[in-house]
């Protein structure tokens, strides 16, 4: 096949009849691209990578380690975190990937194994940190929002407590080895196993211009176009509470998103994660290439999570995505008999980011959340 396809080659350049001018052209070409890579190789060797150390895993240049990080032992509960860390040939920013922060998120746990089978470290500038799965007893137990040994949500502990219960256990090990140790960070979220979410990021605000316009950046790299402009985090660096803001408190660049919903493991969901992972690390010149911006983003600049006000059943109104007028009803709440006891209405107009789409309510918990579209 090899030999007829180069025969019906040299006719077509026989009718042509081009054939010297194509011919030296092509070694030109040719000769061009070999200098390149001679050159490239050169540069390779001049600004080599360094070794790469989280935890006990050490990583030279060029290479792929997975391993542990383990949370030690207090009054009979310990856990440990997967880990994959791709340290490139090259120098380059270090950007951390956390997925699995709630353990029934699966679309971002998924998106980064996968991106472990595809990403080849040879090719790579800087190093990727992969937290596969950040909450690993609440994804064995299949637990949205908590841990099942000490019922916090690990995503209000941050930054942690080496003395503390296992969740805040498990946020301090995540700050030391992971927000420490890299320069940017994507928490990586979506629905939960309850929630029918839209795809949204949350570009968290600090009031540092120069950070948040690299957030910012990343946001927009990221490719959903419903981003959160979210000025409610809190300040406090011993009780910044979740991922995203811990980082960006200790002035890491970070992101959080939100792609996937309902517990399901849906390929556009997966999709949307490493393809929003790939455009940042192209951002960030980490691999080669242009990053995929937002052409087209709908900026939330106020959101609501409204709460169940007691504990019984819920019953949604509406799906993920509608766009409710203020005092609109979205949902209705019933006890364990079965009567009304509250309806739930929109605090203002706006677009439904989340609902929850199973029957339990418990008071204190999320019914919905309503972002505000801000007019340009
Ligand atoms: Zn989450």
Same mark, same amino acid.
């Given at each position: 096949?090899?030999?007829?396809?180069?025969?019906?080659?040299?006719?077509?350049?026989?009718?042509?009849?081009?054939?010297?001018?194509?011919?030296?052209?092509?070694?030109?070409?040719?000769?061009?691209?070999?200098?390149?890579?001679?050159?490239?190789?050169?540069?390779?060797?001049?600004?080599?990578?360094?070794?790469?150390?989280?935890?006990?895993?050490?990583?030279?240049?060029?290479?792929?380690?997975?391993?542990?990080?383990?949370?030690?032992?207090?009054?009979?509960?310990?856990?440990?975190?997967?880990?994959?860390?791709?340290?490139?040939?090259?120098?380059?920013?270090?950007?951390?990937?956390?997925?699995?922060?709630?353990?029934?998120?699966?679309?971002?746990?998924?998106?980064?194994?996968?991106?472990?089978?595809?990403?080849?470290?040879?090719?790579?500038?800087?190093?990727?940190?992969?937290?596969?799965?950040?909450?690993?007893?609440?994804?064995?137990?299949?637990?949205?929002?908590?841990?099942?040994?000490?019922?916090?949500?690990?995503?209000?502990?941050?930054?942690?407590?080496?003395?503390?219960?296992?969740?805040?256990?498990?946020?301090?090990?995540?700050?030391?080895?992971?927000?420490?140790?890299?320069?940017?960070?994507?928490?990586?979220?979506?629905?939960?196993?309850?929630?029918?979410?839209?795809?949204?990021?949350?570009?968290?605000?600090?009031?540092?211009?120069?950070?948040?316009?690299?957030?910012?950046?990343?946001?927009?790299?990221?490719?959903?176009?419903?981003?959160?402009?979210? @000025?409610?985090?809190? *300040?406090?660096?011993?009780?910044?509470? !979740? $991922? #995203? +803001?811990?980082?960006?408190?200790?002035?890491? %660049?970070?992101?959080?998103?939100?792609?996937?919903?309902?517990?399901?493991?849906?390929?556009?969901?997966?999709?949307?994660?490493?393809?929003?992972?790939?455009?940042?690390?192209?951002?960030?010149?980490?691999?080669?290439?242009?990053?995929?911006?937002?052409?087209?983003?709908?900026?939330?600049?106020?959101?609501?999570?409204?709460?169940?006000?007691?504990?019984?059943?819920?019953?949604?109104?509406?799906?993920?995505?509608?766009?409710? @007028?203020?005092?609109? *009803?979205?949902?209705?709440?019933?006890? !364990? $008999? #079965? +009567?009304?006891?509250?309806?739930?209405?929109? %605090?203002?107009?706006?677009?439904?980011?989340?609902?929850?789409?199973?029957?339990?309510?418990?008071?204190?918990?999320?019914?919905?959340?309503?972002?505000?579209?801000?007019?340009?």
């Amino acid at each position: 096949m090899i030999g007829k396809r180069g025969r019906i080659g040299q006719n077509q350049y026989k009718t042509g009849g081009g054939i010297p001018m194509i011919r030296s052209d092509l070694r030109r070409v040719l000769f061009f691209l070999f200098a390149v890579l001679v050159i490239h190789s050169f540069s390779w060797g001049e600004e080599e990578n360094v070794r790469f150390v989280v935890g006990d895993i050490v990583v030279e240049p060029g290479e792929t380690r997975s391993g542990y990080l383990p949370v030690p032992e207090k009054n009979g509960i310990e856990t440990r975190i997967p880990v994959t860390i791709m340290n490139g040939f090259k120098p380059g920013k270090v950007l951390a990937l956390v997925a699995g922060v709630h353990g029934y998120e699966y679309p971002p746990i998924l998106a980064l194994y996968r991106l472990k089978n595809t990403i080849d470290p040879s090719s790579l500038s800087g190093t990727l940190i992969l937290v596969h799965i950040a909450n690993l007893q609440s994804f064995q137990k299949r637990i949205i929002y908590y841990n099942p040994n000490d019922w916090k949500n690990l995503n209000r502990v941050f930054p942690g407590d080496p003395e503390g219960t296992i969740s805040q256990r498990v946020a301090y090990v995540l700050k030391k080895e992971v927000v420490d140790e890299c320069d940017y960070l994507i928490d990586m979220h979506c629905g939960d196993g309850n929630e029918a979410l839209i795809p949204y990021t949350y570009w968290m605000i600090s009031g540092n211009k120069e950070l948040d316009e690299l957030s910012k950046k990343m946001a927009l790299a990221f490719g959903l176009k419903y981003i959160i402009i979210d @000025q409610s985090r809190t *300040k406090d660096l011993s009780d910044s509470k !979740y $991922l #995203g +803001n811990t980082a960006v408190l200790f002035k890491k %660049p970070a992101i959080t998103t939100e792609s996937g919903y309902l517990g399901k493991t849906d390929e556009e969901s997966i999709v949307r994660n490493t393809r929003g992972v790939l455009s940042v690390m192209r951002l960030l010149g980490m691999i080669q290439g242009e990053p995929d911006m937002v052409s087209d983003p709908i900026w939330i600049d106020k959101y609501e999570v409204v709460y169940s006000e007691a504990d019984g059943l819920f019953y949604p109104l509406t799906e993920m995505g509608y766009f409710a @007028q203020k005092g609109e *009803k979205l949902g209705y709440l019933t006890d !364990y $008999l #079965g +009567n009304v006891i509250q309806e739930l209405r929109a %605090p203002f107009t706006g677009i439904v980011l989340y609902i929850i789409n199973t029957p339990p309510a418990s008071k204190g918990e999320p019914l919905f959340e309503v972002g505000s579209v801000l007019n340009k």
